[in-house]
């Protein structure tokens, strides 16, 4: 099992920036593929990014939803094992109570319910 724990939310204003991090316990998070998802009040969970081993596994990949490439950036540090989500140009259509999950395998990354574990949401509220 792995234990997905978030932080690093806030209130920001539009323009500015946010760095979310992911710390996971117990199987190592070299083994998992990340991913974040956030769910808006009203809305459905939605993907925002994931982390994956290339088809190679000889690297690790990043793919994102359309609504913040160039925007936001997923990283990940496995002897730490952390997640970083990296967060700029914020808009107020961001705001979400933001998710990390993992999983140890899978197909599509961006389906929520591909992912087994998942940490309790961090707030994250951009003001206009």
């Known amino acids: 099992q792995v234990q997905p724990v978030e932080s690093g939310g806030g209130l920001v204003q539009a323009g500015g920036s946010l760095t979310l991090s992911c710390v996971t316990s117990g199987r190592p998070l070299r083994m998992c593929d990340m991913g974040w998802f956030r769910q808006a009040p009203g809305k459905e969970r939605e993907f925002v990014a994931a982390?994956?081993?290339?088809?190679?596994?000889?690297?690790?990949?990043?793919y994102y939803t359309d609504g913040v490439k160039g925007r936001f950036t997923i990283s990940r540090d496995n002897a730490k094992n952390t997640v970083n989500l990296q967060m700029n140009s914020l808009k107020p259509e961001d705001t979400a109570v933001y998710y990390c999950a993992a999983r140890f395998i899978g197909r599509s990354l961006t389906p929520s319910g591909e992912y087994d574990y998942w940490g309790q949401g961090t707030q994250v509220t951009v003001s206009s």
């Open positions: 982390t994956t081993w290339s088809s190679s596994n000889t690297y690790y990949r990043s």
